[in-house]
């Protein structure tokens, strides 16, 4: 369960500063792409009702950032092939991710959510600095949605990072292929490391937390957990259950 009378060991002034209105706790959730299907929309609605839940009866302050998923890749691989450049592309699974954030606002509701949605680190603090539920996508081209949403938990001074996933956890190996990978309860960050440098470990294959992120959780000791995409499982996390993957910054 999260202690809204602890911080993390990075407190600067910039998270001072994003404090100053605000006494809630914040829980950085990063949400899988995969919840946003333009050809089902009622999975965005458990998801809204969660957050909603979470800030209306916790104390806590979520701030939420969405993936780019199915749509973003089929941007993506349409520009490609007409001549877009990596950088452009990156925008474009940036502005997808956005979207995708945007839509999740609505379905929380105006009455509780920042009316817009972060391009920026500093338009990040300034949301969490209302107190409201913040919805954001990708801020810069060239990072994941996982380091964008470490950088934010370092910046937000968040109790708590969840990364809800498509799998349960980190496996040893991809589980969607090798039917003997094990789910790791708690790993270090250097295992992690560690472990991205395997061929298995390929970009795109698996779903892991990058480097980048990685780094920033072990420079700021966040806490963080690697979950199944669940609204349900999302609220067990933050009310102290033992799901998923723990990442531990050191052993």
Partial sequence: MIDNSSSNSNSNSSNNNSNSKNSRGRVVIKLSGSIFDLYKVDT??????????????????????????????????????????????????IEVSRLNARLLSYAIGVDIVYPSIPTNLEEVSMAASTGMVVVAGGLHPGQS????????????????????????????????????ARLLKRVSVNELLSMLGRERFNAGTYELMDIVALKIIQRSRIPTRVVKADPQVIKDVIDGHDLGTEIVSEE
Avoid: C
């Avoid at 806590?60 to 450049?85: F, M, S, T, W």
């Avoid at 910046?155 to 708590?160: D, I, P, T």
């Fill in 145 to 180: 949605t996982n380091a964008t949403s470490a950088l934010i938990a370092e910046r937000v001074n968040a109790k708590l990072f969840i990364n809800a996933t498509d799998v349960e956890g980190i496996y040893t190996s991809d589980p969607r292929v090798h039917r003997d």
């Fill in 44 to 93: 965005i609605t458990p998801y809204a009702k969660m957050l909603r839940e979470i800030w209306m009866g916790k104390s806590l302050q979520p701030i939420v950032i969405a993936g780019g998923g199915k749509e973003a890749r089929l941007y993506i691989d349409v520009a490609r092939v007409l001549g877009a450049d990596e950088s452009s592309l990156d925008e474009i699974g």
